[in-house]
């Protein structure tokens, strides 16, 4: 199967106005497309594979690329399953670009009656009053929200995994929205990485897990968030965050009805503290190195604890964060040799608003990418009691935002360059933002973590 990138600047796709609903949240947004230009056609080729074939199309999301499908055709979401080589027992996230979609799939309707806010005029509203306050103030954003599965749903099984409930996000990356608009269905889209693989913040790294397996990529550039959505529980009680994300637990609760969620996550490291048989390593995020996590409390690792992981004559990844120095901290002298050789950063989120009318306030801050372009790799040797090490040397800087948008790239970019162990410098969970969601990323992805 031939697998084509297709680009899109969403700066070129026409114009989009945003319609607000009474309670101030984004009802739906008209996209009126361009019809000369190449970027919306090559969405429109996508919603229509969407819409007709059982193979999924990956799109970019401002948190990272899903792979998307027909949430309501069962083939197209085996399709999903398929070329991901993901175990079926676990339930997808539908993406809407709409609350008039999700109201009419609430409702039990077929996904094409989804009409403008009018329509829903004189009916109860399907959406659970708990979550009103979270979409007002976090969609379309990194959140997904649990809903009851409803009676006669048009969702195909396969979506939810036999649950009860589905989980529901409506994205803020205008492409994605786009899409979900054109296609006019919901769209079931986990992460389009292969499974076990770091999340695809990039076209070129779903190219590089799904080459062959999928037709289409639809290429935005970098994805703005880096880390999935948060993903809550509020038909619970009291309601849980599931999985840390995009949105930040203290953000989570200050929402009204929200002051008491609990974290219903496991904040613990899939693999303990001790190496594992490699047959046993558990897989989840995670490049072909060793990924050596050390914990914030513990400090930079010495040179002699570097060299006792990777050996001599072998490639060492470092993924740096807020403190570790220029080099690891070293109770024995190391001397840098060679010349640092940096490569080329990725290329900057490209996204233009001049082409956009926006009728809502706010709307074009919430949807506009912050661009930001992550630290180059740097190659150095370092050398220990005559022996060197090849160094790859990746800064995601302090800023916890850029540290999430950077760090599944840089799992991939060491990876590529074949070396031995990565060691990456944790953050402190505690800092708010999307520091949980790093660290719960971390710790899965990690072999060995090494802490106080
Ligand atoms: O940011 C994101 O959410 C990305 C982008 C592509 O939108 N999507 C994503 O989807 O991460 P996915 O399908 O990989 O997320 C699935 C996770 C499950 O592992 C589970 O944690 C949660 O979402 N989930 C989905 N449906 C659920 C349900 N009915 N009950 C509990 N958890 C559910
Ligand atoms: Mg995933």
Partial sequence: METRILPVDAGRIGRVAALPSPGDVLDRLDFILDDHSPDAKHLREAAEKLRQSDIPVAFPTETVYGLGADATRSSAVRGIYKAKQRPSDNPLIIHFASLSQ???????????????????????????????????????GPLTILLPNPPHSPLAPEVTAGLK?????????????????????????????????????????????????????????????????TVVDGLSNPPSILRPGGISLEQIRSCPGWEATEIGYQNIAEAGTTPKAPGMKYRHYSPKATVVLVESSRGAPSATELHQQV??????????????????????????????QSLESPKAVHFAGSHMTLGFSGMLQSLQASSKATSPLQKYDIELRGSTIQVLDIRLGSNVADIARGVFSALRDLDKENVDAIFVEGIDDDEGDTAAAVMNRLRKAAEIRVQD
């Fill in 311 to 340: 050996g001599s004559g072998r490639r060492l990844g470092l993924i740096r964060t807020k403190l570790w120095g220029i080099r690891p901290s070293d109770p024995e002298p190391i001397t840098q040799r060679g010349a640092i």
């Fill in 102 to 140: 999700l109201r009419s799939l609430l409702r039990g309707q077929p996904p094409s009656s989804s009409h403008g806010p009018e329509q829903d005029g004189n009916l109860d509203d399907p959406i659970p009053d708990i979550y009103k306050p979270l979409i007002s103030r976090f969609w379309p």
């Fill in 165 to 229: 409930t589905f989980g529901a996000r409506m994205p803020r990356h205008i492409l994605a929205l786009a899409l979900i608009h054109l296609a006019d269905v919901p769209i079931a889209a986990p992460s389009a990485n292969a499974s076990t693989k770091p999340s695809p913040t990039a076209a070129e790294h779903v190219a590089y897990d799904l080459h062959g397996r999928i037709e289409t990529i639809i290429d935005g550039g970098p994805c703005d968030v880096g880390v999935e959505s």
